[in-house]
């Protein structure tokens, strides 16, 4: 039988349109169980209001955006397992994870299968100025910890600090101590504790708190989840009502006013965003945020709407792995809810610091 060409042609398009039909492929990587969950699930949303929002608005070139969300467990074998996974399914690229110890679990893992991960609240120092697969949205530690020290002491005129650090969070907590100490003692203060543990173990917040209160500090400063850090404000003002409270940022989620309640008034509290914008695109995003989800995004909502915005800006450009770390770096500037993700040659970014005390069960911002 005779078979003719001009019968390929409405199959081969046939199939191109298939093709240019198929959804575009976006993983999402964070600790959506388990004890750190609300770090996770906030950034999860965050970065599904930006697919939802991209899919209303047409998608990428007619194409539809599916976010595919894998749990980390929030240890580094379950980070591994979730990068495999998105790989086999054929993801471009990956936003998250949420945590610094699971981002530098997951990035050998994304180096082998060629992806690009764009974290959303990750900050340690370990990863920065590397010529590697991983991008962030906000800084890092070396701005956070230098920061919360330089109010701590030129602002609050403290001067004797005991700081607390969770190793359930290794990369980050012991990153932000160690630029937190050195600016500090910089400025002329003291680190006069520096007690370790593990919030995986059970710990026993009454002997934590104790113990950072027998070296007398003026500050504790909690380097560790809003979980703990709820309770251990609890205990240290069961002990103290005096003694000023810090939180780092990984602390700074609504569940720290939820859980520590009363005891959590006064305390100082880093974010990574203005809570106090008025500009149209945020009070859209808030509001929008709020009827979705049924509660005020965070840090990690609006790191998390940025990173999947950074994703699938660069997605319009290409959604071939191969190429989108060349034009991520090529572009560099991406408009991000409140001001732009500018990343540098190593694909560092930089995001400005916002102090806030807890009053009145809320958190108030600190000039």
Known sequence: MRFHACCLVPTLALLAAC?????????????VSGRFADLGTAGRNGAQLAVEWRNQAG?????????????????????RDAVRALAAEGVSLIVGPMTSSVAVAALPEAQAAGLVIIGGTVTTTRLSGKDDNFFRVVSSTSVYGRSMADFQRNTNNLS?????????????????????????EQAGGKIVAAVEFDSRQSPDYGALAQQLLKSRPDVISLVCNTV????????????????????????????????????????LVEQYFDRNDASANYLKFREAYLKRFGQE?????????????????????????????????????????????VFDAFGDASRPQFMTVVRNARFEAQH
């Open 297 to 341: 995004p965070g840090y990690a909502s609006v790191a998390g709407f940025d990173a999947a915005n950074v994703a699938l800006d660069v997605l319009s450009r290409t959604d071939q792995r191969k190429e989108i770390k060349a034009e991520l770096l090529r572009r560099k500037t991406f408009q991000a809810l409140q001001g732009q993700v």
């Open 19 to 31: 093709v240019q039909s198929e959804p575009i492929k976006l993983g999402f990587i964070g600790g």
């Open 59 to 79: 998608g990428i070139k007619g194409r539809q955006v599916n976010l595919l969300v894998r749990d980390d467990r929030q240890d580094d074998a379950g980070a």
């Open 160 to 184: 004797h600090a005991a700081v607390l650090v969770d190793l359930a969070n290794r990369d980050y907590t012991l990153s932000w101590l160690e630029d937190y100490r050195l600016a500090f």
């Open 228 to 267: 703990d850090a709820g309770m251990l404000a609890q205990k240290i003002r069961q002990q103290n009502n005096t003694v000023q409270i810090a939180g780092a940022g990984w602390a700074a989620t609504e569940r720290l006013i939820e859980l520590g309640g009363v005891h959590a008034e006064g305390m």
